[in-house]
């Protein structure tokens, strides 16, 4: 392999690692009953938490 394809490969894996992280943080804020900032909200917050 050369190095802009292990480069490309390592950076593919953090964006893709952050998304996971970011889709499990916002269940976990949901499942707590706190706003996650989406537009049709099922707790109808006033403000973000």
Avoid: H, Q, R, W
């Avoid at 269940?27 to 006033?46: A, D, P, R, T």
Wanted: charged fraction near 15%.
């Amino acid at each position: 392999m050369s190095s802009g394809t292990i480069a490309t490969v390592i950076i593919s894996i953090i964006i893709f690692g952050y998304g996971i992280f970011s889709i499990l943080k916002s269940v976990k804020k949901m499942s707590k009953g706190k706003c996650i900032g989406c537009s049709e909200c099922n707790y109808k917050c006033n403000k973000m938490n």
